[in-house]
């Protein structure tokens, strides 16, 4: 067990660090991902289960991280990991970001359940 001294940020909270850039920063900012059936997928909502990695939400960080290898290694696998649902979750958010494509319009709509009468 090897006590790591220094690292200023932990005074904030718990931070995570980007597989694709290496920087260290708040889980807020990073997209989880886990891996499921061999595939690394994001997990959005945070609650899969099993070994998670950090990744900004940028395909530059995706890139990087394909590049390094740093996946198999995040996950402690042995060979590669497709990563394609990454990718697609990736540049969905990304266009999103920068206004080129549309946000998920409708799907936040104010509930009005229908109850449906006896
Ligand atoms: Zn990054």
């Not at 099993?50 to 198999?72: M, Q, S, T, V």
């Amino acid at each position: 067990m090897v006590q790591r001294r220094g690292s200023d940020l932990t005074h904030h909270g718990p931070v995570r660090t980007c597989i694709g850039c290496r920087a260290r920063t708040l889980p807020s900012e990073l997209l989880r991902v886990v891996v499921v059936d061999g595939a690394v997928v994001p997990d959005t909502r945070r609650r899969l289960p099993g070994r998670g990695a950090w990744l900004h939400p940028d395909p530059d960080c995706l890139r990087n991280a394909e590049k390094r290898r740093a996946f198999p290694r995040a996950f402690r696998v042995q060979g590669s990991l497709d990563v394609e649902r990454v990718r697609g979750h990736l540049e969905r958010c990304w266009e999103v970001g920068r206004g080129i494509a549309p946000g998920p319009a409708g799907s936040k709509e104010a509930g009005r359940p229908v109850m449906s009468q006896p």
